[in-house]
């Protein structure tokens, strides 16, 4: 999971307390007061309804604790500095973390992308399971002992060379099957 409870209610805080007063973080504090002691009510209730598309009780009860802390830490914030309303520009605790979640965000969409590419490349390949006449078997087995190389590996050459005319005819220039210079071995 990228993001936590406290990275959710963070975010949330810090976009919600933009320009708030005093008073309204306050309220804000007491407001969340009262909904982790409803959400830890609930929990220990045996009588909680728990309907399929009901959110669950333990992660709703994680995020407004993780909430309350975050307004009080606000509420922290604007006794300590003794300005009137909240700047999240001014907030240096609050602009360190949201410069790590932009920075987790960040690297998260790299390896997406680089997933993504990867699946995009793979999807390009083509695994084939090839049976051949015994005697076509028997020269290409031969070839592949002569090249040190796996029959497989012979087949996989021979198709990286074949080309094909406009009029659709398929064919492979003259080769010598083997390693590339400074191909690491895979088998």
Same mark, same amino acid.
């Given at each position: 999971?990228?993001?936590?409870?406290?990275?959710?209610?963070?975010?949330?805080?810090?976009?919600?307390?933009?320009?708030?007063?005093?008073?309204?973080?306050?309220?804000?504090?007491?407001?969340?007061?009262?909904?982790?002691?409803?959400?830890?009510?609930?929990?220990?209730?045996?009588?909680?309804?728990?309907?399929?598309?009901?959110?669950?009780?333990? #992660? &709703?009860?994680?995020?407004?604790?993780?909430?309350?802390?975050?307004? $009080? !830490? *606000?509420? %922290?914030?604007? +006794?300590?500095? @003794?300005?009137?309303?909240?700047?999240?520009?001014?907030?240096?605790?609050?602009?360190?973390?949201?410069?790590?979640?932009?920075?987790?965000?960040?690297?998260?969409?790299?390896?997406?992308?680089?997933?993504?590419?990867?699946?995009?490349?793979?999807?390009? #390949? &083509?695994?084939?399971?090839?049976?051949?006449?015994?005697?076509?078997? $028997? !020269? *290409?087995? %031969?070839?592949? +002992?002569?090249? @040190?190389?796996?029959?497989?590996?012979?087949?996989?050459?021979?198709?990286?060379?074949?080309?094909?005319?406009?009029?659709?005819?398929?064919?492979?220039?003259?080769?010598?099957?083997?390693?590339?210079?400074?191909?690491?071995?895979?088998?």
């Amino acid at each position: 999971m990228i993001w936590t409870p406290e990275d959710v209610a963070r975010d949330q805080v810090r976009r919600q307390a933009a320009g708030m007063t005093v008073r309204q973080v306050d309220q804000a504090v007491d407001t969340a007061v009262v909904r982790v002691r409803e959400t830890r009510q609930e929990l220990r209730s045996p009588m909680a309804v728990r309907g399929e598309f009901a959110p669950d009780p333990e #992660e &709703l009860a994680d995020r407004w604790a993780a909430l309350l802390t975050e307004w $009080r !830490r *606000v509420a %922290a914030h604007l +006794a300590a500095s @003794g300005t009137g309303a909240y700047d999240s520009d001014l907030d240096e605790t609050g602009c360190a973390w949201a410069r790590e979640r932009e920075d987790r965000r960040a690297g998260a969409l790299r390896t997406h992308a680089a997933w993504m590419e990867r699946r995009r490349e793979e999807q390009d #390949e &083509l695994r084939a399971e090839l049976w051949m006449g015994a005697a076509t078997g $028997r !020269r *290409v087995r %031969a070839v592949a +002992a002569r090249a @040190g190389l796996a029959p497989d590996e012979v087949l996989s050459q021979l198709a990286e060379r074949v080309s094909v005319d406009d009029d659709g005819a398929v064919s492979v220039a003259p080769f010598i099957p083997g390693r590339a210079a400074g191909a690491s071995e895979e088998r």
